[in-house]
């Protein structure tokens, strides 16, 4: 059964960084697009960076263009979230997804698999 975990998230002040990994198994990662999402209580998930199965392409949220960066390593099977000068915003719930050969990067509804979530809290 494939598996995506997530790991790295925490507590940060404003304006620090963090990396977010995602770990894959079971899974032909290298033909996957990988995407990140976050989720806060009380509203709907929200597409927060993608990155295409070869790496060629990327594809971010406006709310984080400039300050985050996706990037994968196929020999490791993971994806990353590279999360810079952090806002107190960006505190959610933060899921990795895969999708197959996918080429919409930004809608949840194409992604085939999702992993638990890691919570992201930056404070003010």
């Known amino acids: 059964q494939v598996q995506l975990v997530e790991s790295g998230g925490g507590l940060v002040q404003a304006g620090g960084s963090l990396r977010l990994s995602c770990a894959a198994s079971?899974?032909?990662?290298?033909?996957?697009?990988m995407g990140w999402f976050r989720q806060t209580a009380g509203k709907e998930r929200e597409f927060v960076a993608g990155?295409?199965?070869?790496?060629?392409?990327?594809l971010y949220a406006d709310s984080v263009k400039g300050r985050f960066i996706i990037s994968r390593d196929n020999a490791k099977s993971t994806v990353y979230l590279q999360m810079n000068s952090l806002k107190p915003e960006d505190t959610a719930v933060y899921y990795c997804?895969?999708?197959?050969?996918?080429?919409?990067?930004?809608?949840?509804?194409?992604?085939?698999?999702w992993g638990q979530g890691t919570q992201v809290t930056v404070s003010s």
């Open positions: 997804a895969a999708d197959h050969l996918g080429v919409r990067l930004g809608l949840d509804a194409s992604y085939d698999y």
């Open positions: 990155i295409t199965w070869t790496g060629g392409r990327t």
């Open positions: 079971r899974l032909a990662f290298s033909s996957y697009t």
